[in-house]
């Protein structure tokens, strides 16, 4: 059935940058838009990102405005999180799920950890 995979996690040094993949399987992924949500130790998950099906439209956290950049390729059945001038508030597991936030996220993944420490 669904499945979402996310990779691209590990440790970046306050300042830098990384990219985050989740590649999607067992449905039409040209029909959904896609997010990104995490969670950090301690706190509950936090919505950061959604991108329309055809990525025409976008959406971000306040959080993370400026910072992250959200894109899907169709063709790869893939979705991205570019994000860069990383924060240590930054740090937590990234999530990749199916759905937009005005609508609700019926499928997820299983996260990539994103750790951002000096």
């Known amino acids: 059935q669904v499945q979402l995979v996310e990779s691209g996690g590990g440790l970046a040094q306050p300042g830098g940058s990384l990219r985050l993949s989740c590649a999607a399987s067992?449905?039409?992924?040209?029909?959904?838009?896609m997010s990104w949500a995490r969670q950090a130790p301690g706190k509950g998950l936090e919505w950061v990102s959604g991108?329309?099906?055809?990525?025409?439209?976008?959406n971000y956290a306040d959080s993370v405005k400026g910072r992250f950049t959200i894109s899907r390729d169709n063709a790869k059945n893939t979705v991205y999180l570019e994000m860069s001038s990383l924060e240590p508030e930054d740090t937590a597991l990234y999530y990749c799920?199916?759905?937009?936030?005005?609508?609700?996220?019926?499928?997820w993944g299983q996260g990539t950890q994103v750790t951002v420490s000096s």
């Open positions: 799920a199916r759905g937009l936030a005005d609508y609700g996220f019926d499928s």
């Open positions: 067992g449905f039409t992924f040209t029909n959904y838009g």
């Open positions: 991108i329309y099906s055809d990525g025409s439209d976008t």
